[in-house]
């Protein structure tokens, strides 16, 4: 079985064998599953341009703003706010409603959350196994998928990463957190189709840079934004890296709006003021 065709089964299988992401709705697992092959995300990726999924039918805009490092402060339609890899800041006098973790580095999570924020959602269990989110809050529906990370002794620590996902107003908007290796296709199936991905680009503490633009090519989103790139050089390196098959932006304010109506035609990188 070829690996494509290994992906797709195993879609069909998840899509199955998890009521949990079922009975939550999620459409970024139904779009993977219902997506024609040459649309779905592929472990191998095709030749030539890249060609996401088709658009769905316009929702209303998304708040993106990004905060810096790993953080964004994601806004549904209904007022939700999220902060990812949330390290105790999202910006001057912001408590948002939601926070998610990773425990990779300190700049990544806190043990002290403002007692405000209703939900605290960790990317690894203290407790031991994979961490399990897969809820609805609002217009929000928020799941999980994990990943290992290495440790500071060069080990592996299973399940020490999470990738967020975030569903909202049509959208599937995917954090990457901090991500060491390339995805596996069973990581794929229960990440499912990704319309924004916010990805470290670093190179060093995550993975390298050529294996950062080979998942972007397999996962496919139509937008990209680079995160946890610490400086001016170590961005342009990545930039450079990108090759012709990204098209390339640059904001010059730190916050956008998204919808499905406005997503990019081709796949793009676009570049939030910050590191």
């Not at 999980?144 to 990370?149: K, L, P």
């Not at 990209?224 to 390196?237: A, D």
């Amino acid at each position: 079985m070829t690996l494509p065709s290994r992906l797709l089964a195993l879609l069909a299988g998840l899509l199955f064998a998890a009521p949990a992401a079922a009975q939550m709705g999620s459409q970024c697992l139904a779009m993977a599953q219902a997506a024609p092959p040459s649309l779905r995300a592929a472990y191998v990726p095709d030749g030539g341009r890249m060609r996401p999924r088709p658009i769905p039918a316009a929702g209303e805009p998304v708040s993106i703003r990004f905060v810096g490092h790993a953080t964004f402060l994601i806004t549904s339609p209904a007022g939700v706010t999220v902060a990812t890899d949330y390290d105790g800041w999202a910006g001057p006098g912001v408590i948002p409603r939601v926070v998610t973790m990773n425990r990779a580095h300190s700049s990544h999570y806190t043990d002290t959350p403002d007692p405000r924020i209703e939900y605290v959602l960790r990317g690894w269990n203290p407790e031991g196994g994979p961490a399990k989110h897969n809820l609805q809050i609002g217009d929000v529906l928020i799941r999980n998928v994990t990943t290992d990370i290495r440790s500071w002794g060069g080990g592996t620590i299973p399940d020490g990463n999470s990738i967020f996902i975030f569903e909202m107003a049509g959208l599937c908007i995917g954090h990457l957190g901090h991500l060491h290796h390339r995805l596996a296709p069973e990581d794929l199936a229960y990440i499912g189709q990704l319309d924004v991905v916010m990805v470290a680009v670093d190179g060093t503490f995550t993975m390298a840079q050529d294996a950062v633009v080979d998942t972007l090519k397999v996962l496919k989103a139509r937008l990209v934004l680079p995160m946890h790139y610490f400086g001016t050089e170590t961005l342009e390196r990545f930039l450079a890296v990108l090759g012709e098959e990204f098209e390339i932006e640059r904001s010059s304010v730190p916050e956008i709006t998204v919808s499905t109506a406005t997503l990019p035609k081709t796949t793009t990188v676009l570049v939030l003021p910050g590191h």
